[in-house]
């Protein structure tokens, strides 16, 4: 008989990989242990870590605390207080329930509980290594629990080589009691970080306090208030104002029935709401909590779907969908802010400026719809939705000359063939331009081209990019880990111009700027490559060299240049010409869009029927 290939694992075995479900760094930990106090009925909790969690986590509370058989009881899987029968899970209002948070997190760590029901007499502490149980004991101590975990990943080294620094860590662990404190209002949280408070909340239960306390006051004044009501579906919370808004739905804090989750829907609701008001590739600041009423006795949630819980179903995604984007929609109605209404700047003023354009656009009845196929004699690129010439170096005018450094010297005579002459502007967006040597007409892209002269003027510094003290240094904040990870590559940014000190666990100071770089402009470029470092890894020095000092001098020219919108008049327009043909890929900005559409004679002259 042959042996059997399948094995039945030993417990050991099956408690690290249910583990790897759960815990996946020490985030998970901490959020795992303070949904426990919540659940436990604790008004303050107290978060104190070292080295990102990876020495030690404590969490602390005074909720109701276990008796001596309890605090064994909670190491054993699938062991909770929170479910009994499978109708309990028809309608959970709990955080933690699937009873795997405690021993998931045992296996992979050194577990102390200290605990104390209201009525005993003692204490109980319990210590566990690896999973397994080594003592129970009495001892003396407060009502409530405190749980210490120890060398975190000690016995699953593999698992611990995928972590990020202990910057990073610590970073991830403040998002998380962030995101819980938003969401409990009433509750007073502290964070301690290597014996240094970085966070506290005052519990009171107002919830714009808490905002404060986590973002600042500045921004908390930009918030404004969420309520909403239908259907059994109730909506509150704060949203920003289209004039703060961040580069990553970090800073979108989501709660279903106080439970902290992501959901592609809600978001989409959200950012479906702010459509027109945020320039692109932004995101709004937002914390809302939404409550749903039971249906027959039944919940419309499902949150069993996930280990960690982050997920979850809705039963009806479309109900959903529509009242969280009325939700957002209302809030900023009663603000007056619609997209014709928005805040002044460059953005909304060129949208509001195209809308009026469209509304009084005179009917062209006889104008020739000509397909592209016959309006270019080039192969089309559909991709970008419109038919576009990609003009490559070599279909670039060869006789270029350019003065040096943009703006500081006078650009050529026109009547000198040196290259492209600006005849206007169209939309104050592009510019219309004819060649000295080449026949047709060129279409130029502003703000594309802006951003290629930006972006070789400080990609060819070989050493470090030339910056410009600020008088008044702007202080700028961020979430926690936003904070950290600029802290922790401060000196390679300030390799690319950009030097910067903490002054706060979410705030930093922002002393230089790369030289001729608008101050304006520093905050949301700041939070951009914030999350440019985030999504390296948080450690750039290696990658600083090539891929990732790349991306972060793409987001400082395009946050530097022009802007749709801007009117330019024709000697500006011939200096950004001028500039553009020095530079060595002319024909696309730094993100690849292209700077210049070229319509040939022949393609005019088969527009006009000439052909």
């Not at 450094?405 to 063939?417: F, I």
Request: glycine share 6%; aromatic share 6%.
């Amino acid at each position: 008989m042959n042996k059997p290939t399948i094995n039945i694992l030993d417990p050991a075995t099956a408690n690290l990989i249910a583990a790897g479900e759960v815990v996946d760094r020490p985030a998970a930990v901490v959020k795992e242990l303070v949904e426990n106090s919540l659940d436990a009925g604790a008004a303050h909790i107290s978060v104190e870590i070292i080295r990102g969690g990876l020495e030690r986590i404590r969490v602390s509370d005074d909720g109701q605390g276990m008796n001596r058989w309890d605090a064994q009881l909670c190491l054993l899987r699938h062991a909770t207080s929170k479910v009994s029968s499978p109708a309990d899970l028809n309608n959970i209002r709990t955080m933690g329930f699937r009873g795997e948070a405690l021993p998931s997190i045992a296996a992979v760590s050194k577990l102390e509980i200290l605990t104390k029901a209201a009525d005993a007499d003692l204490a109980t502490i319990v210590r566990a290594e690896g999973g397994k149980l080594l003592e129970v004991t009495d001892a003396g101590g407060p009502s409530g629990t405190t749980v210490t975990v120890t060398e975190l990943f000690f016995n699953t080294p593999a698992r611990k080589k995928f972590l990020k620094s202990v910057s990073v860590e610590a970073g991830h662990i403040h998002d998380v009691l962030a995101g819980i404190a938003m969401t409990f209002p009433g509750i007073s949280f502290r964070l301690v970080n290597n014996s240094r408070l970085v966070l506290w909340t005052p519990g009171d239960g107002n919830l714009i306090n808490v905002l404060t306390a986590i973002y600042g006051q500045e921004i908390a004044a930009k918030m404004l208030p969420v309520t909403f009501s239908a259907e059994g579906i109730t909506i509150s919370g704060y949203t920003g104002r289209p004039d703060l808004y961040r580069s990553s739905r970090q800073w979108e804090t989501l709660a279903v029935n106080s439970r902290l989750i992501t959901s592609r829907t809600i978001s989409s609701a959200i950012e479906r709401a702010y459509h027109s008001l945020l320039p692109q590739g932004t995101y709004p600041v937002t914390v809302i909590n939404i409550e749903f009423s039971a249906v027959n006795g039944e919940s419309p949630v499902d949150v069993n779907v996930h280990p960690q819980k982050k997920e979850i179903k809705f039963a009806n995604e479309k109900a959903v969908f529509s009242a969280v984007y009325r939700a957002i929609d209302l809030a900023l109605q009663n603000q007056a802010i619609r997209p014709s209404e928005a805040p002044s700047g460059r953005l909304s003023e060129f949208v509001k400026k195209e809308n009026e354009k469209k509304e009084n656009k005179p009917a062209m009845n006889n104008l020739v719809d000509a397909p592209a196929d016959v309006l270019l004699d080039r192969p089309v690129d559909k991709s970008h939705g419109e038919a576009m010439i990609y003009l490559p170096p070599s279909s670039m005018p060869t006789a270029w000359e350019s003065a040096s450094t943009y703006g500081h010297v006078p650009p050529p005579a026109p009547e000198k063939e040196t290259g492209l002459i600006p005849l206007g502007q169209i939309d104050d967006c592009y510019i219309v331009a004819k060649s000295a040597r080449e026949q047709g007409l060129f279409v130029i892209d502003q703000h594309a081209a802006h951003e290629r002269i930006i972006y070789q003027r400080l990609y060819q510094n070989s050493g470090r990019i030339p910056a410009q003290q600020l008088l008044i240094p702007p202080v700028l904040r961020f979430s926690g880990r936003e904070a950290e990870v600029l802290t922790e590559n401060a000196d390679i940014l300030e390799e690319l111009g950009y030097k910067i000190e903490q002054v706060g666990p979410t705030a930093v100071k922002l002393l230089e700027l790369p030289a001729d770089i608008p101050s304006g402009t520093a905050e949301n470029m700041v939070g951009e490559i914030a999350a440019l470092l985030i999504k390296s890894g948080g450690n750039s020095g290696e990658n600083a060299p090539g891929m990732l000092r790349h991306a972060i001098l793409q987001t400082t020219a395009c946050h530097a240049a022009i802007k749709a919108g801007e009117r330019l008049t024709l000697r500006q327009m011939q200096f950004l010409l001028d500039e553009l043909a020095a530079t060595d890929t002319a024909s696309t900005c730094p993100h690849g869009r292209p700077t210049i559409v070229r319509i040939s004679s022949d393609s005019l002259a088969k527009l006009f029927h000439r052909t």
